[in-house]
């Protein structure tokens, strides 16, 4: 009885990928923190660096907060889907996801009615989260509920007694509020 042996050579290559995050805003592009899923596996947040065989994969990107997926970009170029399906090579080593910011900057300010100063410290309540005047923080476009402090509260900049009250936010937006802090004679 003859034996034939039958060798095969296998080479598993492996890619040391670097994945990152990038937000573009008003023509700046920023590196941000971002949870990466690669075949649905969650594999950490950007910036990171995975082993993988080279091969197609399914890569995910779950945006940040006032975040939208925009692309991914490898080997020269743009994969336009999330979840995309990626041939990794280790030709290329980087990945990156571009992601656009969505926000605009809500900012609110409490000004004191007797001496006209900015007051600091005053409890602010804007989407029922607290928060301490000044106050600036990143929103969605859209409806925003603000309230001021009951017990300092005098009226809006436009006069509106309204507290809390509503506004359309659709662009950055500086709110003040006068309060009643003043303790003088």
């Known amino acids: 009885m003859r034996s034939n ?9 492996m ?22 899923y690669v075949n649905d596996v969650y594999r950490g947040n950007t910036p990171l660096t995975i082993s993988l ?23 020269g170029k743009p994969y336009y889907t999330n979840p995309a399906e990626i041939t990794v090579s280790p030709v290329y080593t980087t990945l990156s996801a571009y992601l656009k910011y969505t926000g605009v900057n809500l900012r609110v300010e409490t000004w004191d009615d007797v ?25 969605i476009a859209g409806s925003h509920t603000v309230k001021i402090d009951p017990a300092y509260f005098v009226a809006w900049e436009d006069n509106s007694t309204a507290n809390p009250r ?10 003040r509020a006068w309060v009643r802090v003043y303790t003088g004679p």
């Open 5 to 13: 042996v039958i060798s095969i050579n296998v080479t598993i290559t």
């Open 15 to 36: 890619v040391e990928l670097g994945i990152k995050a990038y937000v573009r805003e008003n023509g700046r592009i920023y590196e941000t923190s971002a949870p990466i």
């Open 53 to 75: 065989t080279s091969g197609k994969y399914k890569f995910y990107v779950s945006p940040p907060s006032l975040t939208v997926f925009d692309y991914w970009y490898y080997g």
């Open 115 to 139: 001496t006209l100063q900015q007051v600091s410290g005053v409890k602010v309540w804007i989407d029922n989260v607290e928060y301490r005047s000044p106050v600036e923080i990143g929103v």
């Open 166 to 175: 509503t506004f359309n936010i659709t662009s950055s937006t500086t709110l």
